[in-house]
């Protein structure tokens, strides 16, 4: 009898693209190629990528695309990028599909850095925290518009602190948010020195104005810095 064809590994896409820079966080302005899955569990009300869970505005059967892992390696590493950076939508949502490992362990072979997106609501697995190089973790504040207990997820935060391998980053608007940034910080046991605040806006002049309202204040928290080099770079284009 003959044995069955061993089915290749997939992963639910919204996009892949680049070589391109790293627009956010510590990695700012490194040249990288992005994932970005679909399907996320919050529901921001100023998400920027709400094409990649959002069925209420958006077709998802038409947006999200099941795409073979070997593809995607090979667009992936096109162009000899130095960082794949892998979001979403909420990535750590796909650990448990067998796309997800064959993916990790392809790139960690190609000797590439593997940056995770996340929205810090869900622990890394082992083997996702043994593979990646760099978290970037998103926890949401109130203004995001989902309840606490939903946004704010401690053990998945303490998790990922334990990692030594990731950098929260905070989205404010104001001195208030940054306030708020420095009580989670504290209560949550986040290191001042791997907080990051970012100013929210998808067009130039409202980041300017957000970042001056929040760059002393987040200094003075013993904050780091960072604003959306992409959005300066190319406005608020969708990637394609």
């Given amino acids: 009898m003959t044995a069955p064809a061993t089915a290749v590994p997939w992963l639910l896409v919204s996009e892949c693209f680049g070589p391109t820079i790293q627009g ?7 040249r990288a190629t992005f994932l970005r899955l679909g399907a996320c569990n919050l529901s921001c009300t100023w998400c920027d990528t709400p094409y990649t869970w ?6 998802l059967r038409k947006e999200l695309t099941r795409r073979p892992v070997p593809e995607l390696v090979d667009r992936l590493l096109d162009g000899a990028p130095g960082t ?5 939508g909420e990535p750590l949502l796909h650990q448990r599909r067998p796309g997800w ?10 000797g590439v850095e593997i940056e995770i997106e996340t929205n810090g609501t869900l622990a890394p697995s082992p ?14 504040l109130d203004h995001a518009g989902d309840p606490e207990d939903k946004r ?3 053990d998945a935060l303490a998790a990922l602190v334990a990692t030594h391998r990731a950098a929260f980053k905070f989205v404010c608007r104001t001195l208030a948010d940054v306030d708020q940034v420095a009580t989670h ?12 605040v970012m100013p929210e806006g998808t067009a130039t002049a409202e980041l300017d104005d957000r970042l001056r309202a929040i760059a002393d204040p987040a200094i003075r928290a ?7 080099l992409h959005v300066y770079a190319w406005g608020d284009e969708r990637a394609r």
């Fill in 54 to 59: 959002d069925a209420s505005r958006f077709d």
């Fill in 84 to 88: 794949v950076v892998i979001t979403g």
């Fill in 152 to 154: 704010i997820r401690p």
């Fill in 185 to 196: 910080a504290s209560t949550l046991g986040l290191p001042a020195h791997t907080v990051w």
């Fill in 101 to 110: 490992t064959a993916l990790l362990d392809a790139l960690t072979a190609a």
């Fill in 127 to 140: 083997y996702t925290a043994e593979h990646v190089t760099h978290f970037n973790v998103s926890p949401k």
């Fill in 24 to 30: 956010e966080g510590p990695s700012t302005g490194r």
């Fill in 222 to 228: 013993g904050f780091n810095l960072t604003t959306r």
